[in-house]
Structures are given as C-alpha cells and as structure tokens.
C-alpha cells in the first residue's frame, strides 16, 4: 500500500528566508504524480506545485520548488524568499492511476507560521 | 459558479441520524471529488466521480457511506446511523475532468460534528 510521510508537524521562518518542507513516500509503482497543496487558515485547498513521476527534471512554480529524488521515494518542497501569505498547512500527497481509476494519499501535514 | 460549493457549511447531528452533505462543482467540471479530513489529520481521500460514475468506492470508510452524482453536477455525500468518529470536515473539490495533471479546486468544507 502506497503511504505518505510529512515528519515535520510544525516549523517556522523568518520572513524573506527560504525553508524547506519534508515529504517522503513509498510505492512500487512506477507512474504516479506528487503534489503540494496549501491549506491557509480559512480552509480552502489550493494546488501549490505538482511533478509527474517519470520527468527527472524539479518542477517549479515562482518562489516554490520541488526537490523530486525518485530513487530515495524523496518530493520536498522549498519556499523561497518566505512570505506572511504563505502561513499555511502543507500536505503532501501522492497520487496513482492504476487500471484507469485514480487513487490519491495525503500526508498529515506540515504546519508553516512565516514570522514577520 | 465561481467556485466549488459546498453546503451545509456546518452540520451538528446526533448519533444514528443520517445526513447529507452537499457540493457544487464549478460549472463545466466533469470530476468530482470527495475528502475527509479529521481534526490534525491530513485528508482521506474518499470517493470520486468521472461525469457520474464513480469508478471505485473502495475509498468510502464504511457501507454507511455513500455518494451520487446526478446530471454531471451536483453531488452528495451520505452518510447514514453517523457514529462520533464521523466528526470532521468533509471537502470537496473538482476538475476540469480526472487527468492526473488536472488541477482540483476545493471547497470550503462541510465541518460535521456528531454528537
């Protein structure tokens, strides 16, 4: 069974840094897609960045970025240049499509507070 | 609409009651999604719809739960005799269709809370 590991519940940083979210996960798959979503205190999900297993290049999106190590099942995300509006929860989260259905696995989340 | 709806936005029930959790896609949206997420947990993905066909249910926690979705729009949630452990917030969200590379767009939630 697919799982996936957020092992930071909480972490901080100082606005204007850059910081890093941990995601590992474990398949036996070989075609899937990781995802990170941001959850802000109102509730409302939103995609922040996603990567499609088979490309070995990081995706990026603006000041998000993805450290994709396929082989240590490793998908970090790294927030650049850290802003308020990015105080959030992140879930990391996994996604299969096998004999044409979709099955997705969420991490429990990683609390981020950016200080001002 | 703007944005995926949901309603109610909170339902208190009593245990062994049935309710009926409801979402508006956006408009041209053909998939649909259903997620639990209990209280520090992350989400648990439940149940989701190509048009209105639900390809695999095996996601539903119990045969209490279940799921329709008529007219490739509307869908709900039902969940029947709830139990306290049915407590959380149930989302929804959905996309233009269900590639894999489709964004999802969430709603706010229905928070359930059984009492």
């Known amino acids: 069974a697919q799982t996936v590991t957020q092992s930071q519940p909480e972490m901080s940083v100082q606005e204007a840094e850059t910081v890093t979210l941990s995601c590992t996960y474990d398949t036996s798959e070989n075609n899937y897609y990781l995802f990170w979503y941001k959850q802000p205190p109102s509730r409302q999900m939103i995609l922040v960045i996603r990567q499609e297993a088979y490309k070995q290049q990081n995706a990026t999106e603006n000041r998000f970025s993805v450290n994709f190590q396929k082989a240590a099942k490793s998908f970090s995300l790294k927030i650049s240049d850290s802003q308020l509006g990015d105080t959030a929860m992140y879930f990391c989260?996994?996604?299969?499509?096998?004999?044409?259905?979709?099955?997705?696995?969420f991490g429990t989340g990683t609390r981020l507070k950016v200080l001002a | 609409g703007a944005g995926v709806s949901q309603s109610p936005s909170n339902k208190v029930t009593e245990k062994g009651k049935d309710v009926e959790l409801r979402c508006d896609p956006i408009s041209g949206h053909t998939a649909l999604y259903w997620y639990r997420q209990r209280l520090g947990q992350g989400l648990e993905f439940l149940i989701y719809f190509q048009g209105n066909s639900a390809p695999d249910k095996s996601g539903l926690p119990s045969d209490r739960f279940s799921a329709e979705r008529t007219g490739e729009s509307v869908s709900t949630l039902t969940i029947q005799r709830t139990q306290q452990e049915d407590s959380a917030v149930y989302l929804c969200a959905s996309s233009l269709d269900a590639g894999a590379l489709r964004t999802q767009y969430f709603g706010p939630g229905t928070r359930l809370t059984v009492l």
């Open positions: 989260a996994f996604m299969s499509a096998t004999s044409g259905t979709y099955k997705y696995i």
